[in-house]
């Protein structure tokens, strides 16, 4: 991929064309190609579609070495759609594509929209956005939906959020408990699930180089905020994926932590987000 994305530099992405970044593990039969999805084929140019209207990025989680069939760039397998997604933006956050979507490898699963065709459909001016179904939003979710921490009584997963937000320089308390609830923990959460979303260059790079890092960093740490994620009460949860789960919206979207729920024809609604009447738009006739 060639082209130029800023005036000066010569990068690997080319301009204004979205760039998808499946989250693949074994959703694929690596060793297969011809029988990979067309739409994955499509965005490697493996297929006869050409020119491409948006690329793809993929990285394998399998095979440190990335030796056949893992010939992909690596990714270690940590924190689901979360870990690569910071490895993408430590890996190219100074070469950034224009616009990016992320995407499960089953991407179906939370939309019955095509999300490829719907990221095509965002307007210019949309920096973050959810190509999830509206059944996907989550509406008033107490932090104590998760396990509280048996030394202080404050949920887990509110004090995961919490050091994330900080070390996106936040005021991560005033930003979770605004009207200064107590338990602070009973606050909620509202916004759209799953980690399946479309973001710009200009969003990401609102944070730092720094502040992405020192997440990046975290991400690969045997627990968020305290051992205790890791004995009974916390397990099969996602405590630091599962964070960024819930508050991706407010970190790329700037959105409250309790976002207004979507209702037709206002501005919470997510059709403002698409261009009228584009082909494959969730909200086109």
Not at 84 to 97: A, G, K, S, T
Not at 109 to 131: E, G, K, L, M
Not at 154 to 164: E, G, H, T
Not at 172 to 200: M, R, W
Request: overall charge neutral.
């Amino acid at each position: 991929m060639s082209g130029m994305n800023n005036s000066s530099k010569l990068s690997k992405w080319p301009r204004k064309t979205l760039v998808v970044v499946p989250i693949m593990w074994k959703e694929i039969n690596w060793n297969d190609r011809l029988n990979w999805p067309s739409w994955l084929r499509e965005g490697l140019g493996l297929s006869n579609v050409n020119p491409r209207s948006y690329y793809i990025h993929l990285y394998q989680r399998i095979d440190p070495n990335s030796t056949y069939p893992y010939d992909w760039p690596y990714c270690k397998n940590v924190h689901e759609e979360t870990g690569v997604f910071l490895q993408f933006v430590h890996d190219y956050y100074h070469d950034l594509p224009d616009k990016m979507l992320f995407m499960h490898g089953r991407p179906l699963v939370h939309t019955s929209h095509n999300p490829i065709q719907s990221a095509q459909c965002i307007r210019d001016d949309v920096h973050f956005a959810s190509v999830n179904d509206d059944r996907e939003w989550i509406y008033n979710r107490p932090w104590t939906y998760w396990p509280r921490d048996p030394d202080d009584n404050i949920a887990l997963m509110y004090k995961c959020a919490k050091r994330i937000l900080i070390l996106l320089g936040y005021n991560a308390e005033l930003q979770l408990n605004p009207t200064n609830k107590n338990p602070k923990d009973e606050n909620v959460i509202s916004g759209f699930c799953c980690a399946q979303f479309y973001v710009t260059k200009e969003r990401i790079q609102r944070y730092t180089y720094e502040q992405w890092l020192s997440l990046f960093h975290a991400n690969f740490e045997p627990y968020c905020t305290t051992p205790r994620e890791n004995e009974q009460l916390g397990n099969g949860i996602q405590w630091f994926g599962g964070t960024f789960e819930h508050i991706w919206h407010v970190i790329l979207g700037l959105y409250p932590v309790d976002a207004p729920a979507p209702k037709h024809n206002t501005t919470t609604h997510r059709c403002q987000w698409f261009r009228p009447a584009c082909k494959g738009s969730p909200c086109s006739s």
